[in-house]
């Protein structure tokens, strides 16, 4: 049972435009969310958050929104560069605890 | 600051043994967590640590356990090994506190022949 889910497995998006990551899941106790970035050989490194009591979260580039009614958020990246090319993974925790459920990624190519 | 420390990076073992990986979380981090990384499953929850107690446990088969000790520092172990064990195994360490990220270590790339 797939709790969280990344239906684009890859996307690809031209360098200076909008990459959009869509994120859907299916535990409406989840309250905390999290986007992370993965590099070939290297562990996910924290991207950006969003608690369940905000609808929108933005750092720098990056933007987070949440809508908690359609259960479904969704990574901004913009504009997009090369380096943010990477698998980015959605999670989601309930409860306080740290047990985090992750997506299967999307896999970001930006092309120059 | 040092980062999340997972050792060894690599490894090769043979259907039916035992494997034993290692982390070390940031310092001051009392949260651990592993989790197993396959293509197209992406990051399946293994289990947490907090304070030497496993707090929460994933839907994997008793032959995975793991163990935290004082120091935080966290071990997950592996018997009897199968073929479909050959995974990336990612460990994680936070503050335990809730609302916080976790920060990754490169993970142990386990192959199982």
């Known amino acids: 049972d797939q709790q969280v889910k990344q239906n684009s497995p890859s996307l690809s998006v031209q360098e200076g435009r909008i990459s959009i990551l869509n994120c859907d899941y299916t535990?409406?106790?989840?309250?905390?969310f999290l986007w992370y970035k993965k590099y070939p050989a290297e562990g996910p490194t924290f991207l950006i958050s969003?608690?369940?009591?905000?609808d929108k979260n933005e750092d720098g580039r990056f933007t987070v929104f949440l809508n908690k009614s359609a259960k479904h958020l969704s990574l901004h990246i913009v504009p997009s560069q090369p380096g943010d090319s990477a698998v980015y993974f959605c999670?989601?925790?309930?409860?306080?605890?740290?047990?985090?459920?992750f997506g299967t990624g999307t896999k970001l190519q930006v092309i120059p | 600051k040092a980062g999340v420390t997972q050792t060894p990076r690599y490894l090769i073992k043979t259907r039916g043994q035992q494997v034993t990986l290692s982390c070390s979380p940031i310092?001051?981090?009392?949260?651990v967590s592993w989790y197993q990384q396959t293509p197209g499953q992406g990051l399946q929850f293994l289990f947490e640590?907090?304070?030497?107690?496993?707090?929460n446990k994933g839907n994997f088969p008793g032959r995975f356990s793991g163990r935290q000790f004082s120091n935080s520092r966290s071990e997950m172990n592996v018997s009897t090994l199968e073929l479909g064990d050959s995974a990336l195994y990612l460990c994680?360490?936070?503050?335990?506190?809730?609302?916080?990220?976790?920060?990754f270590g490169q993970g142990t790339r386990l192959t199982v022949v």
């Open positions: 994680a360490s936070s503050s335990g506190t809730a609302g916080t990220e976790a920060f």
């Open positions: 535990n409406s106790m989840f309250d905390y």
């Open positions: 969003i608690s369940s009591i905000k």
């Open positions: 999670a989601a925790s309930s409860g306080g605890y740290q047990k985090v459920t």
């Open positions: 310092s001051g981090h009392r949260s």
């Open positions: 640590y907090f304070s030497e107690t496993q707090r």
